[in-house]
């Protein structure tokens, strides 16, 4: 039995969620990571979808960003569908 790994969509929902929300509050990765007591290499690799995190990494980031954990992994959080993207 092989390492498990969550769902590219659950990794996709939580990067997107982490960066609208960290960029709703005008913070920078580092500043977020610093808030967390982590790397600040970890916050963009979690945003790039690189990391699969842990539920204590989940609960860090949600109490810095002052959201439940439930919100990180809700989809369209931030309402950032890619069609919108362009659009003015």
């Given at each position: 039995?092989?390492?498990?790994k969550?769902?590219s969509?659950?990794?996709?929902?939580?990067?997107?969620?982490?960066?609208?929300l960290?960029?709703q509050?005008?913070?920078?990765q580092?500043?977020?990571?610093e808030?967390?007591?982590?790397?600040?290499?970890?916050?963009?690799?979690?945003?790039?979808?690189?990391?699969?995190?842990?539920?204590s990494?989940?609960?860090?980031?949600?109490k810095a960003?002052?959201?439940?954990?439930?919100?990180?992994?809700?989809?369209?959080?931030?309402?950032?569908?890619?069609?919108?993207?362009?659009?003015?």
């Open positions: 039995m092989g390492l498990r969550p769902s969509t659950l990794t996709r929902i939580l990067a997107e969620n982490l960066r609208f960290r960029q509050k005008a913070l920078s580092e500043e977020l990571a808030l967390c007591g982590i790397h600040r290499t970890y916050v963009g690799s979690v945003e790039r979808e690189e990391r699969n995190v842990t539920l990494t989940l609960e860090l980031f949600a960003l002052k959201v439940s954990v439930p919100n990180l992994l809700t989809k369209n959080l931030g309402n950032h569908d890619d069609s919108n993207k362009n659009t003015r």
